[in-house]
């Protein structure tokens, strides 16, 4: 498959997701540059690590002003937001693996939660 075939496929997939699944893509997306950030602080690539970590704090700048502040929980997810923001942010000034470890487990926390919860709403409409 080439280049343009993936980003076909990569554009497809975005535009023909509902919102629940954007979300989980939004997770994903940080917790994969969080991980490219991780190998480039390994290998002492600054400037990669900067970027990477840069996308992350902007995926989870979007996450937070994307909030439903309808219902009650959106205050405990702008808490856990706030955190790994500056967390990333931390990571980010120090290039600390273990400060970017610390953001990746709670992006993953907050993704896996979201997962269950997608799993137990298409149960409930089924």
Not at 72 to 77: G, L, S
Not at 84 to 107: C, F, H, Q, T
């Amino acid at each position: 498959m080439n280049q343009n075939s993936i980003n076909m496929y990569q554009r497809n997939a975005i535009l023909t997701a509902s919102p629940a699944e954007l979300t989980l893509m939004l997770y994903d997306g940080a917790i994969r540059f969080c991980n490219m950030a991780l190998m480039a602080i390994e290998k002492k690539e600054i400037e990669d690590a900067h970027n990477n970590i840069r996308k992350a704090e902007a995926i989870i700048t979007e996450l937070r002003a994307t909030l439903d502040r309808k219902y009650p929980v959106w205050e405990d997810f702008e808490r856990v937001y706030d955190y790994i923001y500056r967390r990333l942010v931390e990571a980010n000034m120090s290039k600390d693996p273990e400060v970017l470890e610390d953001a990746l487990k709670y992006i993953r926390e907050m993704r896996d939660t979201w997962k269950e919860v997608m799993r137990i709403n298409k149960e409930g409409g089924n």
